[in-house]
């Protein structure tokens, strides 16, 4: 369930610690990308029923930005990491 | 078939054997004029004014599952108009005037009780806000009351006035304001769509949508292929699942809103009263149970669900405005899936596919927009054109720059 999240630097945690900023998988455009490149990354959103990565930010513990991939349907956490992290591992 | 006290008497005498279906069971036919994905509230609304106001008689309703099983058999079945924004307030009151002939136009009783809705106050800067909002309310023509404190006191004796820090001010009233029986909303609107030649077809899941140049041909569905000039989305909560058939990039993610009905009691609450320091609502229905919800779960989901911990502050956030409630039992909880869009405000629009219309993006407002939503809906199909008091609704409005933001939360969909 959605309701609790394994920090990796917190341990288990109820979800009221963070705060959710939504999809994670979006990369954010260029200062000077297109205004169509920009309304795509702020409004536009792919919202799948299943598998997603989002953001939440664990505010009430270690304030560091976490990406989690859960269900949207079913609430199963598969996993939780940090977004630095997460960053690394894409780069590689 | 009407109903009227003739219709009533004769069939308790002929011991209630003779009262037909209220809608008929069709099957598809090959083409349609314009077919409704969605056979919730607005899509029935939507097909009902179609028919009856715009003449358009041969339009289907689609619904994969039963009439009403969806967020308009899940919601707390408030009606109101209080809003601020020029390109929300019209729209609402739109919707509330339509309420208010909406029995007599269906000849079906949907149970409207304009009790009053009164959000409460809790501190001087939220008192201002109110005031403001009053005004907007009447600058539109729309009838607001701010009631100051011991006013309120005298009128709703058993609320936590003095509360360490939310202690109650005051708060805005709409009496016009209410609530409805949300069953009978999609009954009756299915009804008077029916008589009025609508084809209602129930466990009909649309799976895809053909499109040929371009342009929409008709579409995929468990009971086979349905062919259509016009299609409409009025798929709530599943908006983007139905979009992306059509290949449609839209602002919205699925949330879930729980809402809650206790055990029946006497009569005790005689408003539908909102708590200004969360976002608690509460009303009682005619059977006694008291209902409320509060606030989204806070992260996208699909499941008709939601999770303890929010079920958990909304009750801290009701016994902190009404300590009584904590000895009442709640019997049910539920949760409804909808289309949270990213300022909160909804869309009714053309896509970039001419014969594809979209009605999404309601938020956890929908049920009150029900009738304003079809007519302006309906009016869009039928006429190519934007209903004036929905011109603020439009899609390219984020592209635009003219968001209609009420909370003013930006373009973060679980803040609204």
Known sequence: MASLITCPHCGVRPKEEFTIRGDASRGR??????????????????????????????????????????DTATHAVYSVVDAAEFVRRAEQ | ??????????????????????????????????????GGGHGLSTAYYLAKEFGVKNVAVLEKSYLGSGNVGRNTTIVRSNYMLPGNEPFYEFSMKLWEGL????????????????????SDGQRDAYVRRGNAMWMEGVA??????????????????DHARYPILGGLLQRRAGTARHDAVAWGYARGADQHGVDIIEHC?????RR??????????????????????????NTS?????????????????????????????????????????????DKGGLVFGAEIDGYSSYAQRGNLATAEHVMEEGVTMIPGLSRVRVLRAWGGVMDMSMD????????????????????????????????????????NDTHPVARALRLDRFARGYAVDEAGAGPQPNLH
């Not at chain 2, 009351?145 to 058993?158: A, D, T, V, W």
């Not at chain 2, 699942?241 to 699925?254: C, F, I, T």
């Open chain 1, 29 to 70: 455009p260029e200062p000077m990308d297109t205004d169509e490149a920009w309304h795509d990354y702020v409004y536009v959103r792919a919202n799948p029923r299943g598998r997603t990565l989002e953001h939440w930010h664990h505010v009430a513990g270690c304030r560091r930005f976490l990406v989690v991939e859960r």
């Open chain 2, 1 to 38: 078939m009407r109903y009227s006290a003739f219709s009533l008497v004769r069939n308790a005498l002929s011991g209630n054997l003779n009262w037909k279906p209220q809608w008929r069971q069709p099957q598809p036919k090959p083409h349609y004029d314009v077919i409704i994905v969605g």
């Open chain 2, 103 to 122: 029995e007599q136009d269906l000849n079906y009783n949907v149970m409207l009780s304009q009790r009053g809705v009164i959000m409460l106050y809790h």
């Open chain 2, 144 to 161: 607001a009351e701010l009631i100051e404190r011991e006013q309120l006191k005298k009128m709703i004796p058993f609320l936590n006035y």
């Open chain 2, 205 to 209: 899941e649309v799976t895809g949508i």
């Open chain 2, 212 to 237: 040929e140049n371009g342009v929409v041909m008709g579409v995929e569905t468990t009971k086979g292929f349905i062919g259509c000039g016009k299609l409409a989305l009025a798929a709530a909560g």
């Open chain 2, 241 to 285: 699942r139905v979009g992306e058939m059509a290949d449609l990039k839209l602002p919205l993610e699925s949330h879930v809103l729980q809402a809650f009905v206790t055990e029946g009691l006497k009569p005790c609450i005689d408003h539908v009263i909102v708590y200004g320091g969360g976002h608690f609502y509460i009303s009682q229905s």
């Open chain 2, 344 to 383: 909160g405000s909804p869309i009714i629009d053309r896509t970039s596919i001419d014969n594809l219309y979209l009605n999404c993006g309601w938020c956890y407002g929908g049920f009150k927009a029900t009738p304003a939503s079809g007519y302006c809906f309906a009016h869009l199909i039928a006429k």
